[in-house]
């Protein structure tokens, strides 16, 4: 305990004792801590020491908290005091040097001097010319050390323009005392080393001056203009790109900092704000202070494009990748359209980075363009399977379009607004946004990828029409059933009329529409625009050729099943057949001329067909007329090309008769008037019934029989021909023209006054 009561006076004395006391003990040179630590120790049991080791230890972390308020409360004077030491310590070393260079300076003169007076010490003159060297060199000691001290000022002062002129000065004197011979070699030298030195000094200062960020406009010119001044201009214009690189890093660093929540145009257009400022002071500094000049326009310009490339790569991770995943075209060609108005901005600068930015950014609108095109396909798809086929105009929510400019539609006066079913208005839709989208983007030379893809999506549509037919023939081109999807079947003539008038009002009037929307404004000057048209002519012919073979497609399609549904029964017969023929003669009686209930049939459902046309393509009634013709042309081109039936025809056992020849005869111009009166006989349809029927003539003529004796006259077949469509239309007088089909006088010429009455 009384131990324990030694090492409490002992810390009390330690307290009470003044602080110079405490202290003399650890300035002695003699001070050795072990020992020490033993004298106070030595009587002291372990708790104790415990106790002190405490002690100590809340001493230290105390004196520890101390200094760090301590720091922390005079900062700001304790960076002051170290830039104050380290600028006195650099003035105390240039002044070390200053002085062993004039010690250098001195003894050399003074050994020049020295063995010049013992080389002439008796010639008198030479004493004369001597103490005026001495003199001169007097003056020139003088000089150079006034020299010195004042470039060292001027560094020390930061006095940037009056250093250039004293290094001119000195470069100067330096030039002059060689040629005179005014200095020593040593003196010589040593000037040479302090201007090199000095000069690489006031490098170092400017080059750090640069760094700096608030270091900007004039005075980074004033900085790199005298750093070229001292003859280093390729580090100059680097240090000026650098500097220029680092503010723009900082600019771009911060700012994304605090735009996480912006997105797509604002971003690219807020980026774009301050990337190519930027970019465009750093060439007008770079011209400002070294023109022209091509290693530096290199430099600035393979500068400029890797800056373009880290701020694209910004833009792409932000916006561009994104928008090219979702298919957001909208969001990356606003981006695009951004970037490439500020590059045309650039270029007056000497600056073309538009093919940077082309070659960066491609990839990703051509994938937003793909992802865009299949959004487009599977959206049509989905449609189709709910669609009614039946035209109307637009729904509400679709955007209406704008009077069409075709010629038949102003002709017809028909409605500005198209009837459509609903698949073919939300498929028109959404290729008109997919147009504004991407018109903007023709500087990237896309048209032509928008275009076939606008080829693509159509086919896709189509072939959605065309699976929507009963009994589609399609499938055979499909075997793999990738095309085909589920699509809601037309049943009815008129659904299946709605799908043809849907693919041909898109096909002529719609698609190259929205098609124009990209087309136009590839050039700004009318010269321009009109050379644009005549050069895109071509193009847009063989394009709309395209989309016009697609329809045809459908079309084909449709004429095909229902040319079948009218050769085949139900069953699958043939019902277009050599015994229709060639049995008429097996029966005593002569038939009733009527045509045949094949072609009747053929009549009634293009009939039909046309009264539905009539109403779904007004404006295109040239499209209808093709349908109506290429729909007979498939029923009579298979009859002319079926080798069953002419083989039966011509080389059967029962040989076609005078009965049967006229039937066919009847029924080919049959065919021949309702193709005429409904304005859809063509010269091909035309010349193929007549090599029929030579055909057919041919071949009862190879029997031994004349068929032109047995056959009446062509106004005949014209008046039964006639008289069949008008009780097939339901405008026949039955009482007077029965008379004439069933003909009791063998004379053509008492049938046909018989069928005048």
């Not at 090219?324 to 901005?345: D, F, K, M, P």
């Not at 363009?369 to 798809?381: D, H, P, W, Y």
């Not at 008038?501 to 404004?521: C, D, I, Q, V």
């Not at 449709?558 to 057949?577: M, P, T, V, W, Y």
């Amino acid at each position: 305990m009384s131990s324990f009561s030694g090492q409490e006076d002992f810390m009390h004395f330690e307290a009470e004792a003044p602080l110079k006391d405490k202290l003399k003990i650890f300035k002695s040179s003699q001070f050795e801590p072990d020992g020490y630590v033993i004298s106070k120790c030595q009587n002291m049991n372990e708790k104790e020491i415990k106790y002190l080791r405490a002690y100590l230890v809340d001493l230290r972390k105390a004196s520890a908290e101390e200094m760090r308020k301590s720091v922390y409360a005079n900062y700001g004077a304790f960076i002051r005091t170290s830039r104050e030491i380290s600028n006195l310590e650099g003035q105390l070393l240039s002044m070390r040097n200053l002085l062993s260079t004039q010690g250098t300076i001195v003894h050399g003169l003074a050994e020049g001097v020295r063995a010049d007076l013992h080389k002439n010490a008796d010639d008198s003159s030479e004493e004369d010319l001597l103490d005026s060297e001495i003199k001169e060199l007097s003056n020139m000691e003088k000089w150079l050390v006034e020299f010195l001290e004042n470039l060292e000022v001027l560094l020390a002062e930061r006095r940037v323009d009056e250093a250039l002129v004293a290094f001119e000065e000195g470069e100067q004197v330096k030039k002059e005392a060689t040629e005179r011979g005014t200095l020593s070699p040593a003196a010589l030298l040593s000037l040479q080393n302090a201007i090199t030195e000095q000069r690489q000094k006031l490098a170092d200062q400017l080059a750090e001056t640069t760094s700096q960020p608030s270091t900007r406009g004039q005075e980074l010119r004033s900085a790199i203009q005298a750093l070229k001044k001292l003859g280093d201009a390729p580090r100059a214009h680097t240090l000026l790109l650098s500097s220029h690189h680092q503010k723009l890093h900082r600019n771009t660093k911060g700012f994304q900092s605090w735009s996480s929540s912006s997105c797509g145009g604002a971003y690219a257009a807020t980026l774009c704000q301050l990337v190519f400022p930027t970019v465009g002071r750093a060439a007008h500094d770079s011209l400002a202070v070294f023109g022209e000049e091509p290693a530096f326009t290199s430099e600035l310009v393979t500068w400029a494009v890797r800056e373009m490339e880290d701020f694209a790569g910004l833009l792409k991770r932000r916006v561009m990748a994104s928008a090219a995943a979702s298919g957001s075209l909208r969001v990356a060609a606003e981006c695009v359209q951004i970037c490439l108005g500020h590059c045309s901005v650039m270029e007056s600068r000497g600056l073309a980075l538009s093919p940077v930015f082309l070659r960066l950014f491609r990839p990703y609108i051509e994938q937003a363009l793909t992802t865009n095109l299949k959004r487009i396909e599977q959206s049509s798809a989905a449609l189709a399977a709910d669609d009614n086929w039946s035209l109307a105009y637009a729904p509400v929510g679709v955007r209406p379009l704008r009077a069409s400019s075709s010629p038949a539609f102003l002709s017809t006066g028909a409605m500005s607004q198209p009837r459509l079913s609903s698949s073919a208005h939300k498929f028109n839709s959404m290729v008109q946004e997919f147009f504004e989208d991407v018109g903007p983007l023709e500087s990237l030379q896309l048209e032509g990828a928008a275009l076939e893809g606008l080829i693509q999506v159509f086919g896709f549509y189509v072939n959605l029409l065309i699976n929507a037919l009963p009994a589609s023939a399609e499938t055979e081109e499909d075997p793999d059933g990738t095309i085909s999807r589920i699509v809601k079947m037309a049943e009815t003539e008129a659904q299946q009329i709605a799908l043809l008038a849907n693919a041909s009002l898109l096909a002529e009037e719609l698609l190259p529409r929205a098609a124009m929307k990209l087309l136009a404004g590839k050039t700004d000057d009318l010269n321009g625009r009109t050379s644009g048209r005549q050069n895109r002519l071509p193009e847009q012919r063989e394009w709309k050729k395209r989309l016009q073979r697609l329809v045809d497609r459908l079309r084909d399609s449709f004429c095909r099943q229902h040319a079948l549904e009218i050769i085949f029964s139900e069953d699958g017969d043939i019902r277009l057949n050599s015994q229709m023929y060639t049995t008429l003669d097996d029966f005593p009686d002569e038939p009733e001329w009527f045509p045949s209930p094949i072609y009747q049939e053929l009549f009634l459902k293009l009939t039909r067909m046309s009264s539905f046309a009539t109403d779904m393509f007004v404006g295109r009634e040239r499209f209808a007329t093709i349908l109506l013709m290429r729909l007979t042309e498939t029923v009579i081109l298979w009859l002319s090309d079926d080798q069953t039936f002419w083989e039966e025809i011509e080389q059967g056992e029962k040989p076609l008769g005078p009965l049967g020849l006229r039937q066919f005869y009847l029924d080919m111009e049959f065919v021949i008037l309702f193709s005429s009166q409904g304005r859809y006989l063509s010269r091909h349809l035309h010349q193929v019934i007549k090599n029929i029927i030579e055909r057919a003539i041919e071949a009862t003529a190879s029997t031994g029989i004349d068929p032109y004796s047995l056959l009446p006259e062509e106004e005949w077949f014209a008046d039964v021909a006639h008289i069949a469509i008008k009780m097939l239309s339901g405008k026949a007088n039955f009482g007077m023209e029965r008379d004439v089909m069933s003909p009791s006088a063998k004379s053509i010429s008492s049938v046909v006054s018989h069928g005048s009455t």
